[in-house]
């Protein structure tokens, strides 16, 4: 399956379980990779026909914008289900990334790898 991808995409979210952490918003970088079909998209050249990933990254953003999760496990299941439902992608594949969260590291999150088949409702 051919695959659609948005890599870095830093966003600005209130996400953390300690008091200072619900007083600033942090950096967050997403890459996510989502599972699409592009012959179509190929042999039409039409916009229409693709999976639009400006669409997608404008949807994100949005919705992380807004989001005051406590965990980035949690954060990273809402964002990938609303992909799934909202961009009609038969999987997904999501890296959240929360730099500087640890002292030493270049940065902490999750990845994981969602299906619409098997999303959890």
Do not use: C
């Amino acid at each position: 399956m051919d695959k659609v991808f948005i890599e870095g995409l830093e966003i600005e979210a209130l996400i953390g379980i300690y008091d200072w952490e619900r007083r600033i918003r942090q950096a967050l970088v997403f890459d996510i990779e989502m599972s699409f079909d592009n012959r179509i998209p190929a042999a039409s050249d039409a916009i229409e026909d693709t999976l639009n990933y400006k669409a997608v990254s404008k949807r994100v953003i949005e919705f992380v914008s807004g989001s005051g999760f406590g965990l980035v496990e949690t954060l990273a299941e809402k964002v990938a289900a609303i992909i799934l439902d909202e961009f009609a992608v038969s999987h997904v594949r999501l890296k959240l990334s929360k730099p500087g969260a640890v002292r030493g590291a270049r940065a902490v999150g999750v990845i994981i790898e969602r299906s619409a088949a098997t999303l959890a409702r």
